[in-house]
């Protein structure tokens, strides 16, 4: 198996462009998580997934954010506009149930300008 | 007061030193994950534990749900082990700690 995929690996670009991080799960994962990782608050669940529907959006900073799951093998995070604050690496994981274990993606760092 | 602590924050040994992390929360947890974050940035969930203790080749994870305290212990660490490793518990969601960083010198 590929593993959790992530794309793009990196991406740079200005205030107040739109943003769209991707996520493939682990084929037969029915939980998919996204996560946010900064120095100042370490790894942070933005919101949680289970069966393509959103279980869990309470980390989810704010309306500036939004995340979909279309089908059991995509997902996106999206930010728009995005702000110099989240600059970050957003991580995409996956598992079977929400209490297995993990499956982290590379992540994506990403830098706003 | 975090809900998850882990100490020591920093930590450099020496290769072939035994090195103990640990994780302290304050929260009713289904389950504890020791995960490991290589510089490059990836994350590896090294185990998931509720109860006793697991083993996987050099480390070693031990739980005590009364004093809700788990460890991470590397025998004869190598400097391939020089890592970030975080602890997190499951509660209704994942909760992690800051994470240790180790360093190990040849």
């Known amino acids: 198996d590929a593993g959790v995929i992530q794309s793009p690996r990196h991406e740079v670009t200005e205030m107040g462009q739109e943003v769209t991080l991707r996520c493939k799960p682990i084929?037969?994962?029915?939980?998919l998580f996204w996560y946010r990782q900064t120095m100042m608050r370490g790894l942070e669940l933005l919101i949680y997934?289970?069966?393509?529907?959103?279980?869990?959006d309470s980390g989810m900073p704010e309306d500036r954010f939004s995340a979909k799951m279309p089908n059991a093998s995509f997902s996106t995070l999206k930010i728009q506009p995005s702000e110099p604050r989240d600059s970050a690496v957003y991580f995409c994981?996956?598992?079977?149930?929400?209490?297995?274990?993990?499956?982290f993606g590379n992540g994506t760092r990403l830098t706003v300008t | 007061k975090n809900e998850v602590e882990q100490s020591p924050q920093n930590l450099t040994a020496q290769e072939g030193e035994f090195i103990t992390i640990n994780c302290s929360y304050s929260?009713?947890?289904?389950?504890l994950h020791w995960l490991q974050q290589h510089p490059g940035g990836g994350i590896v969930s090294l185990f998931m534990?509720?109860?006793g203790k697991k083993k996987h080749g050099r480390l070693i994870a031990t739980i005590n749900i009364q004093e809700k305290h788990s460890s991470l212990h590397i025998t004869a660490s190598h400097p391939r082990d020089s890592a970030v490793y975080i602890c997190?518990?499951?509660?209704?969601?994942?909760?992690f700690g800051t994470g240790t960083r180790l360093q190990v010198f040849p």
């Open positions: 994981a996956s598992s079977w149930d929400r209490r297995a274990p993990l499956h």
């Open positions: 084929s037969g994962h029915n939980s």
């Open positions: 997934f289970n069966n393509n529907v959103p279980i869990d």
């Open positions: 929260v009713g947890i289904s389950a």
């Open positions: 534990l509720s109860s």
């Open positions: 997190a518990v499951n509660t209704d969601k994942l909760i």
